[in-house]
């Protein structure tokens, strides 16, 4: 299970996702259930390009990589939907019952724009796979996690300091919610002249922030 948000902003779009990773490991009638942090978000293309992974991992993780490659390729000088979706496909084609997949694509080459890669009808012999263009806001992971209410409530397309905060706040409630599945918290700030991976210290921050502003609802209520 993941957490991703990625909002559009008037001057960019924030992709924010947590970085705890999963893993059943099973031996015969046992299971271990492990956890481990890394990064869910693959920065690349010359860096015009930032794509956050969900659900299985380990295939979109290979089609992320699939479509970086392809970056400079004539396909991207127009519409790159029809060419995710056929990179998607071949992938999942192989990939048995790790066909589950969600990918949060973000290019800043030709022009910045947010695209969501998912796989529908997993498991039922009707694979399908989409890319859609998104115009405002998309959450892809633990779509379940009620913490999804500060993007519908809060979101509105203004400058990405205020889009930071809102992510920041999503992702970290999404762990409050889902603490065995969801922890951590990464943020890509995207523009015009490329990607910008915050950096850890910049992370923890936004974090506590999250935090601050939770106590601080409390303390509304129990006022």
Not at 64 to 84: C, F, H, K, T, Y
Not at 89 to 118: H, I, M, N, W, Y
Not at 119 to 133: K, N, Q, W
Request: aromatic residues 6%; contains cysteine; charged residues 20%.
């Amino acid at each position: 299970m993941t957490m991703q948000v990625a909002m559009v902003g008037t001057d960019g779009i924030v992709l924010a996702s947590d970085t705890c990773w999963n893993l059943t490991t099973a031996e015969g009638y046992y299971g271990t259930r492990q956890t481990s942090s890394s990064s869910k978000v693959i920065v690349g293309g010359g860096g015009v390009a930032a794509i956050a992974l969900a659900r299985n991992m380990e295939t979109s993780a290979e089609i992320a990589r699939l479509i970086m490659s392809e970056m400079n390729v004539p396909q991207w000088s127009g519409d790159p939907v029809e060419r995710m979706e056929v990179l998607a496909r071949g992938v999942l084609s192989t990939a048995g019952g790790r066909d589950d997949v969600q990918l949060v694509v973000v290019l800043s080459r030709p022009k910045l724009c947010l695209f969501v890669v998912e796989s529908r009808g997993f498991g039922s012999g009707d694979l399908r796979v989409t890319c859609r263009p998104i115009q405002d806001k998309i959450v892809c992971g633990d779509v379940a996690n009620s913490a999804y209410f500060w993007a519908q409530k809060y979101y509105r397309r203004t400058d990405t300091n205020y889009l930071i905060q809102l992510a920041a706040q999503l992702i970290t409630d999404a762990h409050t919610l889902n603490p065995t599945f969801v922890d951590g918290l990464e943020l890509v700030i995207c523009g015009q002249d490329g990607v910008r991976r915050l950096e850890d210290a910049e992370n923890s921050a936004l974090r506590e922030g999250a935090e601050r502003r939770t106590e601080q609802i409390a303390a509304i209520f129990r006022a």
